[in-house]
């Protein structure tokens, strides 16, 4: 147990639907990053917060949010869902911006 | 940008032989180098990883990696395979920078054989 949660385990929904997936960092740590794992495309960073704010984007698509809460738990929205954001999604969190980082069990999306 | 190449997709080998699989990256500026191991259906967790210092980095369950900068490779290794070590392994790097991002590899799918 990495000591990262996220919610719910498993999310299944439709074409343009909108879905919210949620983190809960480590104890202490002030990072957190998602990452979504398909098959086409395997692992990709999606964006990183930092004690609240905006540190990083990689390849998020502008359907796509997130942000980070004054408690450091953070949310990944997802909007107009299509049938290729079905994958997994990790957060991973870290205790600055440069240790290492630690990742949760993910949340399964299946877009139908 | 940094990428990262897994050469082998797919590693079968019979339990209680050696195994290695093999990593190799590209990046302009220096590298933090990683390996993590995804078990059917759980996230991911941290092998092992390379920050500075000795080449060779011990991690968990008695794998190991040596990291070899002329090569740009980061090969990861376990002299003796056990059943449970079947897993998606995969290698990592970020950059030594301000934001810490991973770029991962494709994955190598390690299969141990009775």
């Known amino acids: 147990d990495s000591g990262v949660t996220q919610t719910p385990k498993h999310l299944i929904t439709a074409t343009g639907q909108r879905v919210t997936l949620r983190c809960s960092p480590r104890?202490?740590?002030?990072?957190v990053y998602w990452y979504q794992q398909s098959l086409d495309q395997g692992l990709q960073f999606l964006i990183q917060y930092y004690n609240g704010e905006e540190r990083a984007k990689g390849n998020i698509l502008e359907r796509f949010s997130a942000q980070q809460f004054p408690d450091l738990h953070s949310e990944l929205n997802l909007s107009s869902l299509e049938l290729g954001d079905s994958a997994l999604y990790f957060c991973?969190?870290?205790?600055?911006?440069?240790?290492?980082?630690?990742f949760g069990p993910g949340t399964r999306l299946l877009v139908l | 940008a940094q990428s990262v190449t897994q050469l082998d997709s797919q590693v079968p080998v019979f339990e209680e032989a050696p195994v290695e699989l093999r990593c190799n990256y590209s990046s302009s500026v220096s590298v933090y180098l990683f390996w993590y191991v995804q078990y059917p259906n759980q996230g991911l967790q941290l092998l092992l990883k390379?920050?500075?210092?000795?080449?060779l980095v011990k991690g968990i369950n008695g794998f190991e990696a040596e990291f070899n900068k002329s090569q740009t490779s980061f090969h990861l290794r376990k002299p003796s395979v056990h059943i449970s070590d079947t897993a998606e392994y995969f290698c990592a790097v970020s950059t030594r920078g301000s934001a810490r991002q991973l770029t991962f590899g494709s994955g190598t799918q390690l299969t141990v054989l009775p």
């Open positions: 390379y920050l500075s210092g000795s080449t």
């Open positions: 104890s202490g740590d002030l990072s």
């Open positions: 991973a969190s870290s205790v600055g911006l440069q240790e290492t980082q630690y």
